[in-house]
């Protein structure tokens, strides 16, 4: 009998460490070419670490990243991992046009989708950025080809979140069709809805306190849906300027970060997003045919 598929999602947000939106800044965005590049390395280091416990997972590519480094993105797809899209230009959609928005995913989608010669089914937004003022952004997401997002966070934070949030993967309709959302991972705790996902929440708690925490999601039938991006795997990057807060989010613990994910993918079983949720192949079938007969 062939094994399982395993009922957790692991993903990674794939861009540079330069582009997270804590340190954004019009000056730092000109200047993005002539910053040290760290992406191609630290990804290839985390499909190392991926291959010695034979997991897969989703990987959304920036597009500004793949349209530098195609090979990578090849490289992503032939281990066996799905390439989702996470936008082209790493900005937020609550600084975006709903016009800006569809030109910056439809922009990621093609150069992903060139790349590989097949889609592209899932978003997600730079720091979680689809928030209540910005909903509109699933309708696009439908009309754009996309399957699912994995991008409304069901907690209360000052930069992202939708507290009111349905924490289980669900169906999204909107005026244009169905979207499948799959957020990441909360765990309610005395009342309080916490993030335990990943990132910065991933370096934060002790990781003996973070896998109590998501044997409790577990224990209550969840899937785990984890998300890390590259840089939180290189201590040696080079420092930015910003803001305390800034700084102790991004630089917390990143010494720790490789060393709890091999404890991670020891205790935990994942796979990509796509083959977790198989409603997910089923609804992009069901369109592709719904489209071919509209020929």
């Known amino acids: 009998m062939p094994e399982a598929i395993p009922?957790?999602?692991?993903?990674?947000?794939?861009?540079?460490?330069?582009?997270?939106?804590?340190?954004?800044?019009?000056?730092?965005?000109?200047?993005?070419?002539?910053?040290?590049?760290?992406?191609?390395?630290?990804?290839?280091?985390?499909?190392?670490?991926?291959?010695?416990r034979g997991v897969r997972a989703t990987f959304f590519v920036l597009g500004w990243v793949a349209e530098r480094y195609p090979s990578l993105v090849r490289r992503i797809a032939s281990c066996g991992h799905e390439v989702a899209s996470h936008g082209?230009?790493?900005?937020?959609?609550?600084?975006?046009?709903p016009i800006a928005?569809?030109?910056?995913?439809?922009?990621?989608?093609?150069?992903?989708?060139?790349?590989?010669?097949?889609?592209?089914?899932g978003y997600r937004a730079p720091s979680f950025s689809i928030?209540?003022?910005?909903?509109?952004?699933?309708?696009?997401?439908?009309?754009e080809g996309y399957i699912y997002d994995s991008s409304i966070f069901p907690v209360l934070h000052d930069r992202y979140g939708v507290p009111s949030a349905?924490?289980?993967?669900?169906?999204?309709?909107?005026?244009?069709?169905?979207?499948?959302?799959?957020?990441?991972?909360?765990?309610?705790?005395?009342?309080?809805?916490?993030?335990?996902?990943?990132?910065?929440?991933?370096?934060?708690?002790?990781?003996s306190v973070l896998r109590t925490l998501l044997r409790k999601l577990e224990g209550e039938g969840a899937s785990l849906v984890m998300y890390m991006h590259p840089w939180e795997f290189d201590p040696d990057q080079p420092r930015m300027e910003g803001s305390l807060v800034s700084r102790m989010r991004h630089y917390l613990n990143l010494d720790k970060t490789e060393s709890r994910m091999r404890?991670?993918?020891?205790?935990?079983?994942?796979?990509?997003?796509?083959?977790?949720?198989?409603?997910?192949?089923?609804?992009?079938?069901a369109r592709q045919v719904s489209q071919a007969d509209a020929v």
């Open 131 to 143: 928030t209540k003022d910005t909903m509109w952004a699933t309708q696009i997401l439908v009309e």
């Open 7 to 52: 009922r957790h999602c692991l993903s990674f947000d794939i861009e540079e460490h330069f582009q997270v939106s804590a340190f954004e800044s019009p000056m730092r965005r000109r200047h993005w070419e002539q910053f040290e590049s760290r992406v191609e390395v630290n990804t290839e280091r985390l499909l190392s670490l991926l291959a010695k």
């Open 88 to 97: 082209y230009a790493h900005e937020l959609i609550t600084g975006q046009t």
């Open 101 to 121: 928005f569809r030109e910056d995913i439809r922009k990621a989608k093609s150069i992903l989708e060139s790349i590989l010669s097949q889609p592209v089914l």
């Open 166 to 207: 349905n924490p289980e993967a669900h169906q999204l309709l909107t005026v244009s069709g169905v979207l499948w959302e799959v957020p990441p991972s909360t765990v309610k705790y005395l009342g309080v809805r916490l993030p335990v996902a990943g990132g910065g929440y991933f370096r934060l708690y002790p990781y």
């Open 263 to 285: 404890d991670l993918l020891k205790d935990f079983s994942f796979a990509p997003i796509r083959q977790v949720f198989p409603q997910i192949e089923q609804m992009h079938a």
